[in-house]
Each structure stands twice: as C-alpha cells, then as structure tokens.
DNA sequence: AAAACCGCCTGTCGGC
DNA sequence: TGCCGACAGGCGGTTT
C-alpha cells in the first residue's frame, strides 16, 4: 500500500517518463475515481496543456499542466503503468507515451484543481508538517504531541503527512518507542531520537523504491512494474512470533483503531 | 479533542 | 476441491 516512499519513487518515475509532455488524451473509466468533476470537465481542461511539474504532497501526487492540476492519491491499491492491466481506471496519452492508471480496490481519488488553489482547497489544504522537510524538527513533533497514542498521532495526516501503518510501525521500533505511548509523555530527548528514525526510515525506504508486501495483482509497483526492495529491511512490520533483530525476542502485534502494530515489547518498553 | 466504528472494494487465505 | 467468511488497508464520515 504505497505511503511517501512509494508515491515518491513514482513520482520521480513519472518525472523521467512525462514531464514535459503534451497531455494528447485522458480516458477515465472508473466514475469514482473523480472527486469533484466529471470525465468530461477532466479532459476540456487538462487536454492539449503540457505537464509542467510533478510534485508529492504526503501520500498526493501531484500533476501540474500550467494554470491546472490533478491532485491523485493511490489509496490502497493504485499505481502507475506503461501497460494496460486488469484494473485500468484511467489512460493518459503524454506526446503519444501511454500512461495507465491501475487501481484494483477502486480506492483511488482525482481532485482537479486551479493550481494556485491547491494549498486552500481539499484534499491538500488540511495537511500537515512534511516529515522529510527540514522544517520538521523534534521541535515541531513536541508540539504537535498530545496525549493521544504515540502511533494514532503519526498516522494522523493533519499533523504529519505521508506516514503509513508500515513506517510508523518501523520508526517507532527504530527508535524505542512503544505504539502505544502517550505522545505527550514522551521525552524531549525520545522524540528527537524519533524525528530522525522517521526520516532516515522514509529516505532509506525511497532509496529500496519503497515496499512490495505480496505478489497479489494489488500490491505496489513501480512504473516499470518492478517490486519494491524495502521490505527485506523491514524489522518489526509482518514479523510477528519472528525474533527482534535487535534483542531476539519475539515480535509482537496489537491492533489499535482497527490495525495491526508490530513492535518488540523488550526493545520498545513504555 | 479524540476514540471507536462503519463503509468503501477486491484479492487472498484459512477453515471446514 | 470448493465455498465462505475474515481480513487487510487509508481515509472520510458519523456517533459517542
């Protein structure tokens, strides 16, 4: 399930592939994909303009053409391909280089938007810190720290945007710290110490071109329809009963808000 | 303010 | 072997 990592390395394949290109066609199939115009309005306004930027905002993918914008987020299962699938939800003729975007559970949004409008509309407009900016300080994660559950807080896409239930699950183990913690008890010196697991999971997991979980038709991809390599890293997310790389005690998971944490109970104490 | 729960959707998997 | 319910997951919405 693509979260910043992933979205990233599709954005900077999609930067290799179209950037610069004429848009000469987009054809939706699946209604539900867009949040606030129809097939029609997509195309009148879109088509003929050249892509001028591709950007990520949190788990947004972002494609400029000038004066307009598609705001995408992938959801669960959605992915970019240069070949047709067998959940094609949309085709995007960039100079005659097709674009297919794939998306099995139909998840997926498309917001189409006035570019100077995007940082004050939906869905980019309640987003919070950007967790790979150097504005983002263990300064700004105490601030944001309140007594909820430590894991609930960074997955909270209002306060920072882009983590996912995997990386949380692995910058929490990275950095010592139960899922299950009030944010507001923890240290000064923990959440500097969480900060910087937090980025350096996220750069490390761009660097792999993010996780593949399975080989179900859903799972992510990128452009090219190679796996991800991060998930070899992973050392507490999927490997419960499995032994903590760190004190070989055995991974343990606990659901919160309906999903499952993978944390080492000896490693991450509360 | 925040937690708990639902619905959305489909492929996969364990149990019988 | 085949059927079926459970499950996974992000997020918006509703209720508590």
């Not at 090219?224 to 790389?245: H, I, L, P, T």
């Amino acid at each position: 399930m693509p979260e910043l990592p992933e979205v990233e390395t599709i954005r900077r394949d999609l930067e290799k592939h179209v950037l610069d290109k004429q848009l000469l066609s987009i054809e939706v199939f699946e209604p539900r994909l867009l949040q606030n115009c129809s097939p029609v309005e997509l195309k009148n306004t879109l088509c003929d303009r050249t892509l001028t930027a591709l950007k990520r905002r949190g788990k947004f993918l972002i494609f400029e053409f000038g004066p307009y914008s598609a705001v995408i987020h992938l959801r669960m299962s959605g992915w970019f391909s240069r070949d047709a699938g067998a959940h094609t939800r949309m085709i995007m003729d960039f100079a005659g280089a097709l674009l297919y975007f794939d998306d099995t559970r139909r998840f997926g949004t498309l917001h189409l938007l006035k570019t100077e409008m995007l940082e004050s509309q939906p869905p980019l407009a309640t987003l919070g810190l950007e967790p790979l900016a150097a504005s983002f300080t263990a300064r700004s994660l105490e601030t944001l720290s309140t007594s909820r559950e430590v894991k609930q807080l960074l997955l909270d896409q209002t306060k920072i945007a882009g983590l996912g239930n995997i990386y949380v699950c692995e910058a929490l183990h990275q950095a010592k710290i139960h899922p299950q913690q009030r944010a507001n008890l923890i240290s000064k010196k923990k959440l500097s110490t969480l900060r910087e697991a937090i980025q350096t999971i996220l750069q490390n997991a761009i660097d792999h071109q993010g996780s593949t979980l399975g080989d179900s038709v859903g799972d992510y991809r990128t452009l090219s329809g190679a796996r991800g390599k991060f998930q070899d890293r992973f050392c507490v997310y999927g490997r419960e009963g499995e032994g903590c790389f760190a004190c070989g005690a055995p991974i343990g998971r606990i659901v919160q808000a309906g999903r499952s944490s993978f944390f080492c109970p000896v490693c991450q104490k509360m």
